[in-house]
C-alpha cells in the first residue's frame, strides 16, 4: 500500500490590513481512510528568518491555522511577505490559504505540490 505524503509551497502577507490563514484538508475517496496527518508548516520571512509549528489534522477534517499559529511568539514583522512550505510524511494533504483584507477584499490561493 502507497503511503501519501505532502509538500507544499505558497506565498502569504502579513500586516495590520489583512488577515491571512491557511486551511488543510485530510481527506479521501477511501471512506475508510483513518489516518490521523502529523503537518508542519514553515514559514519563511523576507529576511531569511524561519517559523515552524507542528499540526495534527484527523482523518475527514479540516484545520484552520492562522499566521499568529506559527509566529506564536517571535518577533512578528508587520508589513511582510512570507514563503510557505507545509509538509507532511503520513498523509496527502489539500491546502489553501486565505486572505481577507479589512475593506472586505477575499483571495484564495490553492496550493500545488506533491
Do not use: R
Not at 50 to 62: D, G, L, N, R
Not at 63 to 73: G, M
Not at 77 to 88: G, K
Request: net charge negative; glycine share 6%; aromatic share 12%.
Amino acid at each position: 500500500m502507497l503511503n501519501g505524503t505532502t509538500q507544499l509551497v505558497g506565498k502569504l502577507e502579513y500586516n495590520e490590513h489583512m488577515e491571512s490563514f491557511i486551511i488543510l484538508v485530510n481527506a479521501s475517496g477511501n471512506l475508510n481512510y483513518n489516518k490521523k496527518a502529523i503537518v508542519n508548516i514553515i514559514l519563511f520571512s523576507e529576511k531569511g528568518d524561519s517559523y515552524e509549528e507542528a499540526f495534527e489534522v484527523f482523518p475527514f477534517t479540516t484545520k484552520k491555522i492562522y499566521v499568529q499559529d506559527v509566529l506564536k511568539n517571535s518577533t512578528i514583522l508587520a508589513n511582510s511577505f512570507y514563503s510557505c512550505v507545509i509538509n507532511s510524511d503520513n498523509a496527502d494533504l489539500n491546502a489553501q490559504i486565505v486572505t481577507s483584507t479589512n475593506s472586505g477584499g477575499i483571495s484564495l490561493q490553492h496550493l500545488w505540490g506533491y
